[in-house]
């Protein structure tokens, strides 16, 4: 049994492939690298190839024995997708539906899809459920949003079962310091701090601080890369068990402003790195924390790295382990 991961060359991709590996799954990587990384596949098969391509696709399907598809591959700066909507459109939306149209005409009908809290748009309650209402704010949330009301179609008519996990903030590294965050150009923001921490910017940038909240900057809420891999993982299982298709929101259901976590970073590096406030960027919600309840009474599924400070220390150690490679 092989599980196929578009995007695997990627941040979230290459750190699912390295525990199902560790968990005894055989995984084949399809990536075009424009994002990831050839080094990053560390485990399993790699295969260079397009979403778009659905030949190639087809090939892949016929010629392995694959069970599952995760799908990683898509594009994830919500500011850029504002700048260029066609781009994310174009990936994210179009390039999944051929995915999915391929899998199915190659009788494939286990797919786990990588979502976002975007397509809650500004939140009506804290902490946000899954059964909270749906209003993406940026073209990067209503491709997914888009996607989101397919799946349940799909299922209906051709038998597709899915799992949509709603990841909120992806951050950390793994403990081996083996993978870290790697995307260029980079949008997030504690590896933006390290490069800060590190040099490799003259300072660190604040998008704004005249936010609805305590000291003004966005409040969110971070889950440790490993955590969001061994959910994955619990969603396989649940579909190779034949479970239902299912919705699951991934985050911690704390919440930490910019500040704090510059704060933090700043604390652990020992390095007090200028900060400077620029103005909002457009699509960005005030205040984004999950509930993630649901996912831990179905899956079982438990965080293992909760506190901002550890998610900042495993950066910090593979920055420190990397930082002439990067």
């Known amino acids: 049994?092989?599980?196929l991961v578009t995007g695997?060359?990627?941040?979230?991709?290459?750190?699912?492939?390295?525990?199902?590996n560790r968990q005894g799954y055989e995984t084949i990587a399809y990536?075009?690298?424009?994002?990831?990384?050839?080094e990053s596949v560390k485990w399993g098969e790699f295969i260079e190839g397009e979403l778009a391509d659905t030949d190639k696709l087809k090939k892949v399907f016929n010629e392995h024995n694959i069970s599952v598809v995760m799908h990683f591959a898509a594009f994830i700066s919500a500011g850029e997708s504002v700048i260029d909507p066609i781009k994310y459109y174009q990936n994210n939306v179009i390039n999944t539906l051929n995915l999915i149209h391929?899998?199915?005409?190659?009788?494939?009908?286990k797919l786990i899809f990588s979502s976002t809290a975007a397509v809650y748009g500004e939140p009506q309650k804290i902490p946000i459920d899954e059964?909270?209402?749906?209003c993406p704010i940026n073209p990067y949330g209503v491709g997914k949003y888009l996607i989101e009301q397919a799946l349940p179609v799909f299922d209906k008519t051709q038998g597709l079962k899915y799992i949509s996990f709603r990841y909120f903030n992806a951050a950390g590294a793994d403990s081996e310091g083996e993978l870290g965050e790697r995307h260029h150009p980079e949008t997030h923001l504690i590896p933006l701090m390290f490069n800060a921490v590190l040099g490799n910017a003259e300072a660190a940038r604040v998008f704004g601080d005249d936010y609805d909240t305590p000291d003004g900057t966005c409040i969110r809420d971070y889950?440790?890369?490993?955590?969001?891999?061994?959910?994955?993982?619990?969603?396989?299982k649940r579909l190779l068990s034949h479970g239902e298709s299912e919705i699951f929101n991934l985050g911690n259901g704390e919440g930490y402003s910019v500040k704090e976590v510059i704060d933090t970073i700043k604390r652990l590096s020992g390095v007090d790195f200028p900060v400077v406030v620029t103005d909002r960027r457009e699509g960005d919600t005030s205040k984004l924390i999950s509930s993630s309840d649901k996912a831990k009474a179905v899956l079982g599924w438990k965080p293992r790295y909760p506190e901002l400070e550890k998610i900042v220390e495993t950066v910090w150690n593979w920055k420190q382990k990397t930082k002439s490679e990067i």
């Open 102 to 109: 391929t899998m199915l005409e190659c009788k494939l009908n």
């Open 223 to 236: 889950i440790h890369i490993s955590d969001l891999a061994q959910a994955h993982i619990l969603g396989l």
């Open 31 to 38: 990536d075009n690298l424009s994002y990831g990384y050839r």
């Open 1 to 3: 049994m092989q599980v």
């Open 8 to 20: 695997g060359a990627g941040y979230i991709g290459s750190q699912v492939i390295k525990q199902l």
């Open 131 to 134: 059964n909270h209402p749906l």
